[in-house]
């Protein structure tokens, strides 16, 4: 097998996984608020979760998962629901979160993708993506399917209907033609450095692609909301760095403000983006541009909007020699010892 086709299969096949949560319906209602936790990556998800659950009117804010013990007091006070994220749920931090959480008494939902691990038992409900697991270190399906789950749990809980969720691996297929054929040309061109620009519900996918970038490439990345970008780390930029703009509906007005000042720079420019996102002015400047559906509101688009970055990682890695298949230093689940 060439080097990393596991993680371009998954990357471009990882639609089942969204397919098969499909039946899951579960709510986060609790009479407090709930806490979403997790390591890396499941942390990120995390971050999407709190920012989507803030839009629909739910008290629901994210931390890694160790704080649920490093900082419990007072982090767990006025919580009720402990959200444990975790691919594997084996992952030393989830198991020992759960632990602390139902020693003080709280509600454990497990959200991961091996129904059997000691997360899920040890927690009061189970959210699983039962195809999600990667079988390799690079969290990719595992990611996308448990945030689709995540997605349509909140909801059910604020009442409204699933179907923008349940539909969307219909569109895995064009965004993900799409974005190989951008990425391609961006890596043939050499990229330096990466900055991944996302506010509010995408700047936890923006997090995400910055770790998939550094997982697969060992390449210098870093993750900003946009406006937050011109506070420093935009002087940084330079010839053959890429910025990659995750944009909204609601806030395009000020994130295309800064897209349009560095598209008139030396430096490249990817868009992701749902069409018609910025004026035709500012889209003839850029380097590329991946269109997300229109049909899906930017709210759940989190899914569709972390494949492109998923795909810029993975070409970004064999580019340079590296296999996404086997990143150096990593390993599928962390375990420490605690006790």
């Not at 509600?107 to 699983?128: G, I, K, Q, Y």
């Not at 519900?201 to 990345?221: D, F, H, N, T």
Request: glycine letters at 8%.
């Amino acid at each position: 097998m060439k080097m990393g086709q596991r993680v371009r299969e998954l990357i471009a096949t990882q639609g089942v996984a969204w397919e098969a949560v499909r039946d899951q319906v579960d709510t986060l209602a609790g009479p407090g608020p709930v806490l979403a936790v997790g390591s890396g990556s499941s942390y990120y998800l995390a971050v999407v979760v709190a920012e989507v659950a803030a839009r629909l009117g739910l008290k629901v804010h994210a931390r890694v998962t160790s704080d649920v013990v490093l900082e419990s007091d007072p982090l767990l006070n006025d919580v009720s629901v402990v959200v444990i994220v975790s691919r594997s749920g084996a992952t030393t931090e989830a198991v020992w979160a759960a632990e602390e959480s139902r020693r003080r008494g709280k509600r454990v939902v497990a959200v991961t993708c091996n129904r059997e691990s000691p997360l899920a038992r040890l927690a009061d409900a189970r959210l699983v993506s039962p195809l999600g697991e990667d079988g390799t270190v690079v969290m990719v399906r595992s990611f996308t399917s448990m945030l689709v789950l995540m997605e349509q749990v909140l909801a059910v809980t604020a009442g409204l209907p699933r179907d923008p969720i349940t539909a969307m691996a219909q569109w895995l297929p064009a965004v993900g033609e799409a974005a190989e054929k951008v990425a391609r040309r961006l890596v043939a061109g050499g990229v330096r450095r990466v900055y991944l620009l996302g506010g509010g519900v995408r700047y936890g996918i923006a997090l995400e692609g910055a770790l998939k970038v550094q997982e697969m490439s060992l390449g210098p990345v870093a993750a900003y909301a946009p406006l937050e970008f011109r506070h420093g780390p935009s002087g940084s930029v330079a010839s053959k760095d890429l910025l990659v703009f995750l944009g909204q509906r609601q806030s395009a007005h000020h994130e295309v403000r800064v897209l349009r000042e560095f598209a008139q720079q030396d430096v490249a420019t990817l868009v992701v983006a749902p069409a018609g996102w910025a004026p035709e002015d500012v889209l003839d400047r850029i380097t590329g541009k991946v269109d997300l559906p229109a049909e899906i509101p930017d709210l759940w688009a989190g899914p569709l909007a972390t494949v492109p970055l998923q795909v810029l990682a993975w070409h970004l890695a064999v580019a340079g020699g590296q296999d996404p298949d086997h990143p150096r230093n990593l390993s599928k689940v962390v375990s420490l010892d605690y006790r």
